[in-house]
């Protein structure tokens, strides 16, 4: 789509994790930006321009609202919205065991596309425009993204039940390979759930295709502590001793990390991705955020899959980042507000491997969200970013656009398929599932 | 008005702290709830009609979307609004004497009442439908409240440099008379801000008016620890031994509380009012609010001002209650969703002396909000309590009824004065306190 915003604020990237607010206009050329400025600079605007001027599709006035890069939802899945509500209130270990594992067995592929639909309406509300999902049976969340116009980033979810390696590397060319929208990443569940010989093939793998490795990592305390049971090492430092880094990677969750783990990280420039909800509500714990700025470890952050959460909102992920850094260390201005805006955007996108989509700029995709300040919440203008990080809510989000297409704006959605539809093919399946 | 809301799901209280949802249709007539049922109970529909039937005003299609009760804030301080995204990222104490307190001195009366509209608006946007409001010059909020059709309790803010007892005595009266939408209860800012003399003033007036008495208590490790050097007790044992409790009450914060403590709320039935995202952003700590169930101690929720959350969002209170008990406790099943909706409505309603409006019943005044199911976050529908406690939203606010009047209607205000001008003043005021 050809789309001139202007009145806007524009939030662009300031030095090191900073942002600066300036006011003007912003033009999508099909799938990217391609001028920011105030609409005067005419050399500038017509080096974008055919002979005969852009066609416009859309001109849109944003009434000074603010045009931002869209949130990088970084540790989903997507698939587990049928779950939401259904078996809350667990620990971690029977809630997976016991409730978990036994109804994602009942799942058929065309059951996950559609619930993967779910999830990418919901991340479109909270101005997510791409997430990084680990699931079992990524094909139909693939197809999903696709069919939808949203990017997703996939990871294989390796396990001693499902997947194998030969099924991941297959996985890996495929997606990588389906659509502009979609990407793969080599991942495995977690320590606890693979063998030794699947973990040490994994690392084989990353080694062939070149590519980063994720896995949960350190979400509970009994995990690190089974796994220096197992090997003498955190689940850290057993994938280091594995080689399993070579080309980068990081963990979700990263909440008992020893020191060891800290040094890690810090070499091999691994990201560490932050899921504060789904963390408070498995009792899981408190990621200690504050220490891995200190280290110059990278922060991305997650809300992780709707089962654990339950919902799949930026704004409570991003309170929630510095709200609990702040009582964990017992110091109300760690962890500020901009520091939290860089991980839910730029962070986010740099554990992805989405450099093209990582900030507004020219050049770039065209993934934004447009935040409406004519809300109390937003009020007064004292300051945008610290508005956004401890005020927002999705009711602030009036547009999100991914890859230059407007995916939802005031509420309706634009993915090629009714939100009544999605509805009642996830009840469908729900309802088939408590039968 | 006189409103016919059909094809609507309700959520009625169950035995004890649980919920019901029924279809149906309920009728609001003037500002009372007359009837609540399938619609087909002739006999009770017409007791309620007048001879001519009733005049509707509007017949409300609710499309199967779910009416509940609306939520009570139970510690706000809404002029506070001026102070959002202002003085954050600092401790407490820095915090109250350095930014609010010399800020707050600048403030002329007209300013609060145009900063506690727009604190009503943002309360109505999040379906809560009455505060219970501490600040230190309650009169322009109370016009306010009354001028938007909104519900507050008010509570004085008695300390060692604003308000004197015969001033407190005065607004009691004055407040209580003003309005049905406002009312009054006692109550001093802090132990640590306010004189054993003061304090035992307010006893003896508490006595002599028989009211409740509220107070910050026990918000920090510090405040507890100082208040122990000075009279070697808590601030609820000297509030106690003061005679303080007669006629009920509680205390807003409640996080560093001692085994005498837990008795003395027990026993004097106090109410324990949590404001987890403040406690959060102030870096508190985490109030006990498990324990606080298993001594049949009643919890309300309140978002606290919007200077130290910095939203007004019952929504992101409820699940933080619920998620940050669970962290604490290292319990993923303690603090259901059930006891957290019913902290946010009848709870508050509770602490509020509120009983009038505490719930959805024939003959309860039409405070009331309408929950929008059709967005994905509320999908599928497993299970509406756990819905809305982990994954509601504000945007899932259609609409929000106060005393039988519709005031926030899909993201339209309907408060006497356009939004748009209670944006102006507001930016103004803090334009006026940079200069």
Chains 1, 2 share one sequence.
């Not at 997703?152 to 390979?177: M, P, Q, R, W």
């Not at 017992?330 to 491997?353: F, K, N, R, S, W």
């Not at 109390?376 to 009036?398: A, H, R, T, W």
Request: proline residues 3%.
């Amino acid at each position: 789509m050809n789309i001139r915003f202007y009145n806007a604020k524009i939030l662009l990237p300031g030095t090191g994790h900073t942002f600066q607010l300036i006011e003007g206009e912003l033009w999508v050329k099909g799938n990217r930006i391609v001028y920011i400025g105030d609409g005067t600079d005419t050399s500038r605007i017509y080096e974008h321009v055919e002979p005969e001027g852009i066609l416009w599709d859309r001109q849109i006035d944003v009434g000074k609202n603010v045009l931002m890069s869209g949130f990088k939802d970084a540790h989903t899945h997507s698939a587990m919205t049928f779950l939401r509500s259904y078996a809350d209130d667990l620990p971690l270990q029977e809630w997976l065991t016991q409730q978990v594992f036994p109804k994602e067995a009942l799942l058929k592929e065309d059951d996950i596309y559609w619930l993967c639909k779910l999830g990418i309406m919901e991340y479109l509300t909270s101005g997510i425009t791409s997430n990084f999902d680990m699931y079992f049976a990524p094909l139909p969340g693939a197809r999903a993204s696709s069919d939808c116009g949203f990017r997703t980033v996939f990871t294989s979810g390796l396990n001693d039940f499902c997947e194998s390696l030969e099924e991941v590397e297959d996985l890996y060319h495929k997606i990588n390979a389906m659509s502009d929208l979609t990407s793969f990443k080599l991942g495995f569940h977690a320590e606890y759930t693979t063998s030794l010989k699947l973990l040490e093939g994994m690392a084989a793998l990353a080694d062939k295709v070149r590519s980063p490795v994720w896995f949960h990592n350190a979400e509970t305390a009994s995990e690190v502590a089974d796994c220096k049971k197992r090997y003498g090492k955190t689940p850290t430092q057993l994938a280091e001793s594995l080689g399993m880094y070579a080309y980068g990677g990081g963990g979700y969750h990263c909440i008992y990390f020893e020191e060891e783990d800290f040094e890690i990280f810090k070499k091999r420039r691994l990201i560490a991705v932050t899921n504060p909800a789904s963390n408070l509500k498995l009792a899981s714990g408190i990621a200690p955020v504050k220490r891995f700025l200190d280290e110059k470890i990278p922060v991305a952050i997650g809300t992780d899959g709707p089962a654990s959460n339950n919902c799949l909102d930026m704004f409570r992920e991003m309170f929630l980042v510095t709200g609990l850094a702040k009582v964990k260390e017992q110091d109300a201005a760690c962890v500020p507000a901009e520091e939290v805006l860089y991980m839910a955007t730029t962070g986010g996108a740099e554990a992805m491997g989405l450099s093209d989509c990582d900030s507004l700029a020219e050049g770039k995709l065209a993934d934004l969200i447009l935040i409406d300040l004519k809300q109390p919440n937003m009020q007064p203008e004292n300051d945008f970013v610290k508005n956004i990080v401890y005020s927002g809510s999705k009711q602030n989000v009036l547009l999100t656009m991914v890859n230059g297409e407007i995916l939802y704006e005031k509420q309706k959605f634009f993915i090629g398929v009714s939100a009544e539809e999605v509805y009642r093919h996830v009840n469908e399946i729900i309802e088939r599932m408590r039968t």
